[in-house]
């Protein structure tokens, strides 16, 4: 008994001392997965990047074009100092973007002048008469000068309208994947993935966004590109909140919960609002279509009876 009792001793002692030696460090692989995992994304991220530029992310101009604008210098006379940002929020980048919107804001007023001189001179001028006439060519021309710029505007309206529809969406998965142990990098490409098939342009902005935050050296810039580019407060906010989050350590979960909350909230005014907004809308063609109709059915039957009647 006293050899079982000294030998279990001995084991023990033994397996104490040994312990710390085989113990293994989990912090330190989690770490290390980590930070391969987010190489990887990195990686993974700048060859989608430059995939996605080659396939559609850039418009590409003629040679033509290019030359046009750089012997008439349209950069200088033509240009203006928001018009890359704008041309970013509609979802074209590049130089080349730069480069046509400049080409069709010289062609288009110039297209549109010789398009209604020939139609109002040698076609059919509606009798409004030569100096009439002149007067709308002129009208015409403005319209073409600022045909691109409502050609934008129009595609913005259309992306912030896509964007602002499944931004909530896009904070909870967002909020699920943070909540989840995922890095914010991590969160942003899972979210990409999913919130593709109910917006593709917040989409394209998240995958850009994850791209910029893997290459360039503060993280920061990559949020204020993101909101530059959506051009959408509830983005700024959100951008906002990750980068006070990152310089102060203030939980990333907590504030992308309000913020999702007040997204959701935005969005439910917004749809009140268009429903407040229905019944004048409805007025006038109630007057017209619908009144006509039910003044024929109640009075039709009466005007049959009197007729038969005289």
Same mark, same amino acid.
């Given at each position: 008994?006293?050899?079982?009792?000294?030998?279990?001793?001995?084991?023990?002692?033994?397996?104490?001392?040994?312990?710390?030696?085989?113990?293994?460090?989990?912090?330190?692989?989690?770490?290390?997965?980590?930070?391969?995992?987010?190489?990887?994304?990195?990686?993974?991220?700048?060859?989608?990047?430059?995939?996605?530029?080659?396939?559609?992310?850039?418009?590409?101009?003629?040679?033509?074009?290019?030359?046009?604008?750089?012997?008439?210098?349209?950069?200088?006379?033509?240009?203006?100092?928001?018009?890359?940002?704008? *041309?970013?929020?509609?979802?074209?980048?590049?130089? +080349?973007? @730069?480069?046509?919107?400049?080409? %069709? #804001?010289? $062609? &288009?007023?110039?297209?549109?002048?010789?398009?209604?001189?020939?139609?109002?001179?040698?076609?059919?001028?509606?009798?409004?008469?030569?100096?009439?006439?002149?007067?709308?060519?002129?009208?015409?021309?403005?319209?073409?000068?600022?045909?691109?710029?409502?050609?934008?505007?129009?595609?913005?309206?259309?992306?912030?309208?896509?964007?602002?529809?499944?931004?909530?969406?896009? *904070?909870?998965?967002?909020?699920?994947?943070?909540? +989840?142990? @995922?890095?914010?990098?991590?969160? %942003? #490409?899972? $979210? &990409?993935?999913?919130?593709?098939?109910?917006?593709?342009?917040?989409?394209?902005?998240?995958?850009?966004?994850?791209?910029?935050?893997?290459?360039?050296?503060?993280?920061?810039?990559?949020?204020?590109?993101?909101?530059?580019?959506?051009?959408?407060?509830?983005?700024?906010?959100?951008?906002?909140?990750?980068?006070?989050?990152?310089?102060?350590?203030?939980?990333?979960?907590?504030?992308?919960?309000?913020?999702?909350?007040?997204?959701?909230?935005?969005?439910?005014?917004?749809?009140?609002?268009?429903? &407040?907004?229905?019944?004048?809308?409805?007025?006038?063609?109630?007057?017209?279509?619908?009144?006509?109709?039910?003044?024929?059915?109640?009075?039709?039957?009466?005007?049959?009876?009197?007729?038969?009647?005289?």
């Amino acid at each position: 008994m006293t050899a079982v009792l000294a030998a279990v001793a001995a084991f023990a002692t033994v397996l104490t001392l040994a312990m710390p030696m085989l113990a293994t460090n989990p912090l330190q692989k989690r770490m290390k997965s980590v930070a391969t995992e987010r190489t990887r994304i990195r990686q993974r991220e700048r060859e989608r990047l430059a995939r996605g530029e080659r396939k559609g992310l850039k418009i590409e101009s003629k040679a033509y074009m290019q030359n046009i604008v750089s012997q008439f210098d349209l950069a200088k006379h033509l240009g203006t100092n928001d018009a890359k940002e704008r *041309l970013q929020m509609a979802g074209y980048r590049g130089p +080349s973007a @730069m480069t046509t919107f400049l080409f %069709f #804001r010289l $062609v &288009a007023p110039i297209g549109f002048l010789i398009v209604s001189l020939f139609y109002l001179f040698l076609i059919d001028d509606f009798g409004i008469g030569g100096i009439a006439s002149s007067g709308a060519a002129v009208f015409m021309t403005y319209l073409g000068i600022k045909a691109p710029e409502l050609f934008l505007k129009n595609q913005t309206g259309k992306r912030q309208a896509s964007i602002t529809s499944a931004w909530p969406d896009a *904070l909870d998965l967002m909020l699920i994947c943070v909540e +989840s142990g @995922m890095s914010v990098e991590a969160a %942003f #490409r899972k $979210v &990409a993935d999913e919130i593709g098939s109910q917006s593709v342009p917040l989409a394209e902005e998240l995958t850009l966004t994850m791209a910029e935050m893997s290459y360039l050296q503060d993280r920061r810039q990559a949020y204020d590109n993101l909101g530059r580019r959506t051009g959408l407060e509830s983005v700024k906010s959100v951008g906002t909140a990750l980068i006070q989050a990152d310089k102060y350590g203030t939980p990333v979960a907590q504030a992308l919960r309000v913020l999702s909350q007040d997204s959701r909230d935005t969005r439910m005014a917004l749809a009140e609002k268009k429903a &407040a907004a229905l019944p004048p809308k409805l007025t006038v063609p109630m007057i017209l279509f619908f009144l006509p109709v039910i003044f024929v059915v109640i009075l039709g039957p009466a005007y049959i009876q009197v007729s038969a009647i005289q």
